[in-house]
């Protein structure tokens, strides 16, 4: 798994804080992000200003535990930037 991201348990979950330039940037990315969480019908939880958004994916309902796919969307949303 790429470094960027951080692992946390209580819930299990990844998550990730992205930093740009100025806005455009972040919307940019807002964008690409909305393209590919309907296309992996996969929303991770978001929060985000001006120049920065925090993503978290958490665990599905059915799975206990994180899981390859949830690594791979994880590595899917850094190859955005």
């Known amino acids: 798994m790429n470094q960027s ?12 804080r992205i930093e740009f330039t100025d806005y455009q940037d ?3 990315f807002l964008d690409k992000l909305n393209t590919l ?3 992996r019908e996969r929303f991770p939880d978001i929060s ?5 958004v925090n993503l978290t994916l958490h ?3 059915n ?8 690594h791979d969307f994880a590595q ?6």
């Open 48 to 52: 985000f200003g001006r120049t920065y």
């Open 59 to 61: 665990v599905k309902d």
């Open 5 to 16: 991201w951080t692992q946390r348990q209580r819930p299990e979950r990844l998550e990730r």
């Open 26 to 28: 972040t919307r940019n």
């Open 37 to 39: 969480s309907q296309n």
């Open 76 to 81: 899917q949303i850094d190859d955005l930037l």
């Open 63 to 70: 799975m206990s535990s994180l899981d390859s796919l949830d």
